[in-house]
């Protein structure tokens, strides 16, 4: 019969001595705790977590085998359908998706599986047995371009069917999004993301980073030259988007992307190395997603006064709930139905400060989102000297413009089925490339499902 106590607490560090390092925020669950959490699982016949989760993970069995100190069978339960749990338990939006569908949500709070499975997957990490050995080989073999999550899960698959896989990185390290996108604060590279990494590598995967696939190679001479059979592209949407308002071109003016790349991948909060990156004493980030919270966390770690601004009501912030409550804690400053029309320059052609109007909530939009717009008389200034643009991403037109016959979408996201199949043959395709910016777990279970029908398509020739 299951526990019927509190949620158990998380340890986190505290708010104002974090938001001056780069150490992790959540310090995660001992197993005691982790136990005892794993105790409040009321074992569903019909478990709505399993439905809602992306890949499948049998929440429950491993949340049995964790509650009775089971631990290598826990992580055993979780690697059928997750290579990266350590990764996905810090992450992944649970609040909206396993979690969000638990039972003891209805009236309460509901059980704690994000932090379970990074429990699991932090002891697999330290005390496991050792990584699967890598599978007999079938003579096949497999390209995939991107090492983020949607091609870790492809290429881990592949392999693990028997597939000689490899894949193609355009960076100087391995990761995609994890690397580049996430902060150390939130994802330690080194002690989590690159120990996931090796695990994937174990299976007989190869990487290859410094690779720009339709510059360095191209999909049509993988497949004609090198003798691939099937690609997978898992290239993700690294494209930014900006507004289209005067002075988006001034010194000051930068993407997201681009400032944690810096950040994050190229190490620019760390003195030891000679990175370059400039916030100035007060940061203005455009945006309300996760990104935006990941620029504005970094931002006022890297000692600059930093706030949100936002067109839209909290009530609406797509970021998750936990990040948008870590970043309040840390002093980040939130201006609601506010929205820039202009970025203002000095003499020098720096920013000094940005433009904008207060806005108001309409009728609902094709998202269901009531849309803002502009409350008249409402404009103001507000000084800054960097401003951060995080409005989205959209997948980098190289691959499509250098392969003949891969269709793409209005949006420029590629045109794949629900299997991954893209109008090319022998070509398939998934995560971010294919929806836009999503997560890490639904990127995860594309290339999955990408895998399967690689297998499929393999087979038949």
């Not at 104002?16 to 390092?21: E, L, M, S």
């Not at 620029?295 to 009530?315: C, N, P």
Request: aromatic fraction near 4%.
């Amino acid at each position: 019969m299951a526990n019927k106590i509190p949620r158990v607490p998380v340890r986190e560090q505290d708010p104002a001595i974090r938001a001056t390092n780069f150490e992790e925020v959540c310090y995660g669950y001992d197993q005691q705790e982790a136990m005892l959490e794993a105790s409040r699982c009321l074992h569903c016949k019909k478990p709505r977590c399993v439905e809602a989760c992306p890949v499948g993970i049998r929440i429950p069995d491993f949340i049995a085998a964790l509650h009775e100190g089971r631990l290598q069978e826990a992580a055993d339960i979780i690697a059928e359908d997750s290579s990266l749990p350590s990764i996905c338990g810090r992450v992944c939006p649970q609040e909206t998706q396993c979690e969000g569908s638990c039972i003891l949500g209805i009236k309460g709070e509901p059980v704690a599986i994000g932090k379970l499975e990074r429990f699991v997957g932090d002891w697999k990490l330290e005390h496991g047995t050792a990584p699967q050995a890598p599978a007999p080989r079938n003579g096949h073999r497999v390209a995939v371009i991107g090492s983020g999550p949607a091609g870790l899960a492809c290429a881990s698959d592949l392999a693990r069917m028997g597939y000689g896989v490899k894949i193609f990185e355009a960076l100087h390290e391995a990761g995609g999004v994890l690397v580049y996108g996430i902060p150390e604060f939130r994802l330690p590279k080194q002690r989590i993301v690159a120990r996931e990494i090796e695990e994937v590598k174990a299976l007989g995967v190869e990487i290859e980073t410094d690779v720009i696939v339709g510059r360095t190679v191209t999909i049509d001479s993988l497949m004609d030259e090198e003798g691939y059979e099937a690609v997978f592209i898992g290239s993700g949407a690294g494209l930014p988007r900006f507004m289209g308002i005067p002075g988006e071109n001034l010194n000051g003016v930068v993407s997201a992307n681009e400032f944690l790349t810096r950040a994050n991948l190229m190490h620019a909060y760390d003195a030891a190395y000679d990175t370059p990156i400039y916030v100035g004493q007060r940061v203005v980030v455009v945006g309300g997603g996760n990104v935006a919270m990941d620029a504005v966390r970094t931002a006022r770690r890297l000692g600059a006064d930093a706030t949100i601004v936002y067109r839209r009501s909290e009530k609406e912030l797509p970021a998750r709930a936990e990040e948008v409550h870590h970043a309040r804690e840390e002093g980040i400053r939130f201006r609601m139905l506010t929205n820039p029309t202009e970025v203002l320059g000095d003499e020098r052609g720096w920013v000094r400060g940005i433009r904008c109007v207060e806005m108001e909530l309409g009728e609902p939009d094709e998202s269901g989102r009531r849309s803002p717009v502009v409350k008249p008389g409402s404009e103001f200034e507000m000084a800054c000297d960097v401003v951060i643009m995080a409005l989205g991403t959209s997948p980098n037109p190289l691959l499509a413009s250098t392969t003949q016959g891969l269709e793409t979408t209005r949006r420029g996201c590629i045109s794949a089925d629900e299997h991954g199949a893209t109008t090319r043959k022998g070509v398939f395709a998934g995560g971010d490339a294919v929806t836009g910016a999503a997560t890490v777990i639904l990127a995860m279970g594309a290339g999955r499902t990408a895998a399967r029908a690689i297998d499929e398509y393999i087979r038949s020739l």
